[in-house]
T-cell receptor, first 113, second 111 residues
Framework: DTGVSQNPRHKITKRGQNVTFRCDPI?????LYWYRQTLGQGPEFLTY????????KSRLLSDRFSAERPKGSFSTLEIQRTEQGDSAMYLC???????????FGQGTRLTVV | ELKVEQNPLFLSMQEGKNYTIYCNYS?????LYWYRQDPGKSLESLFV?????AVKQEGRLMASLDTKARLSTLHITAAVHDLSATYFC???????????FGEGTQLTVNP
């Protein structure tokens, strides 16, 4: 098991473009989370999947953000019409069970110019 | 809304000294986690605390949980340079699945 994998590791995009990130969780983990972290802050929750169902979304997740987890395996996070304020590290985590520890991927660092 | 506060936010220590990082949270929780983050890296899980009075130790780090006081501590014993990192506590609400993170404590251990 290689842990939680995220791609790409870095993404630079122009304002107004769409971007998509991918997360491959630890196999057999049924829960998958997306968080966003800006410099000097703790991660902020974005959304959560149990298997393929998206069960919780933060108010931070505006209409420009959408996440999917088809077939309960990998997940994608898409940001449409990116803004400079979207620049952050996007972290994916997975766990088996609500109270089990969540293992984080290396993150995707997004820079919007 | 759950609020998580850590203190101190910045901590500069000498090698060999002891210190404690505090994590307070505002509402009922049934789980608390401590993570370590090195600059530019992701989060590494350190401890999982699931019940009142739980105490976990790994090397020079020991974490405890007091759910009645809504307080967790991360105690560092005889600090070494390799412990320099940012430490986060993360708290889960009883009714939900999300974790709410503190702002982090940036620890620097000086020779």
């Amino acid at each position: 098991d290689t842990g939680v994998s995220q791609n790409p590791r870095h993404k630079i995009t122009k304002r107004g473009q769409n971007v998509t990130f991918r997360c491959d969780p630890i196999s057999e983990h049924n829960r998958l989370y997306w968080y966003r972290q800006t410099l000097g802050q703790g991660p902020e929750f974005l959304t959560y999947f149990q298997n393929e169902a998206q069960l919780e979304k933060s108010r931070l997740l505006s209409d420009r953000f959408s996440a999917e987890r088809p077939k309960g395996s990998f997940s994608t996070l898409e940001i449409q019409r990116t803004e400079q304020g979207d620049s952050a590290m996007y972290l994916c985590a997975s766990s088996w069970g609500r109270r089990a520890e969540a293992f984080f991927g290396q993150g995707t660092r997004l820079t919007v110019v | 809304e759950l609020k998580v506060e850590q203190n101190p936010l910045f901590l500069s220590m000498q090698e060999g000294k002891n210190y404690t990082i505090y994590c307070n949270y505002s509402t009922t929780s049934d789980r608390l986690y401590w993570y370590r983050q090195d600059p530019g890296k992701s989060l590494e899980s350190l401890f999982v605390l699931l019940s009142n009075g739980a105490v976990k130790q790994e090397g020079r780090l020991m974490a405890s949980l007091d759910t009645k006081a809504r307080l967790s501590t991360l105690h560092i014993t005889a600090a070494v340079h390799d412990l320099s990192a940012t430490y986060f506590c993360a708290v889960g609400e009883t009714s939900g699945s999300r974790l709410t993170f503190g702002e982090g404590t940036q620890l620097t251990v000086n020779p």
